[in-house]
Nanobody, 123 residues
Framework: QVQLVESGGGSVQAGGSLRLSCVAF????????MSWFRQAPGKEREGVAT????????FYADSVKGRFTISQDNAKNTVYLQMNSLKPEDTAMYYC????????????????WGQGTQVTVSS
């Protein structure tokens, strides 16, 4: 079992920046990947970024490429999402998720989720 705790959300004006953090607790030894998702009211959940713990491969949604950066500190069991040039359409609840299987990571099938942190971008 693993527990995830996100932090770093808040309110910012368009063009601003925020850095989200997600700390993993528990059985973190075999984590294969960590990802950020977001969900805005009335919209489906969207995958934002993924990082694989072995090799640091990263993947981004087209909507955030060039603006968001996912990174990890394995010693701290923490993944970060640096969000720059924020837009009002980035407003959403942001969730951290993780899996122990590379296949499940690749297929987007996550069993472990954090409670979410709200990001609000005003125009």
């Amino acid at each position: 079992q693993v527990q995830l705790v996100e932090s770093g959300g808040g309110s910012v004006q368009a063009g601003g920046s925020l850095r989200l953090s997600c700390v993993a607790f528990g059985y973190t030894y075999s984590i294969a990947c960590m990802s950020w998702f977001r969900q805005a009211p009335g919209k489906e959940r969207e995958g934002v970024a993924t990082i694989y713990t072995g090799g640091d491969s990263t993947f981004y949604a087209d909507s955030v490429k060039g603006r968001f950066t996912i990174s990890q500190d394995n010693a701290k069991n923490t993944v970060y999402l640096q969000m720059n040039s924020l837009k009002p359409e980035d407003t959403a609840m942001y969730y951290c998720a993780t899996e122990f299987s590379v296949v499940r990571c690749r297929d987007g099938e996550y069993n472990y989720w954090g409670q979410g942190t709200q990001v609000t971008v005003s125009s």
